[in-house]
């Protein structure tokens, strides 16, 4: 997955189908979406298969308020406590979290995408292996 988008939209109906069809006719596949609402506004997360900059143009464009960061999955215990564990050792190393969600769980290990603002410090904080450069395109 590429980067991590989350975006803040006005809470009407259609409104979510107006961004994917605006982001289809620029050429960006949504890999998966999360979608919450609360009061007069909806969070979508979106991760998608490529084209950071086009998908960056196209909220802009129909202004979304939105942070991306860059995607880092982990797999973790699937315990009531691990998610908490993980995320105090971010955010005291001082790494932005600008979104979450789990996107598996098998055999007592869940998988989580965190959507965060330093990618190499988080992998080291949480003693995951660098990516290499040419797996990043």
């Known amino acids: 997955m590429s980067n ?3 975006v803040q ?5 259609g ?26 506004f909806t969070t979508a997360q979106i991760f998608t298969d490529c084209c950071d900059d086009d998908t960056r143009d196209v909220l802009r464009g129909m202004g979304y308020p ?7 999955m982990v797999e973790i215990e699937d315990t009531p ?3 908490g564990e993980v995320n105090d050792r971010l955010t005291g190393a001082g790494i932005g979290l600008h979104g979450c969600c789990i996107v ?8 989580w995408a965190f959507a965060v603002d330093d990618e190499t410090r988080a992998r080291s904080i949480l003693g995951l292996s660098p990516v290499a450069e ?3 395109s």
């Open 66 to 72: 939105f942070v991306a960061g860059t995607n880092l």
């Open 104 to 111: 598996g769980r098998a055999a007592g290990r869940a998988t």
């Open 4 to 6: 991590q988008f989350v």
């Open 81 to 83: 406590c691990a998610f």
């Open 134 to 136: 040419a797996s990043r």
């Open 15 to 40: 409104e979510l189908s107006h961004l994917a069809k605006a982001l289809c006719a620029r050429g960006v596949n949504i890999l998966h979406i999360q979608q919450s609402t609360a009061g007069e």
């Open 9 to 13: 939209l006005p809470n009407r109906p």
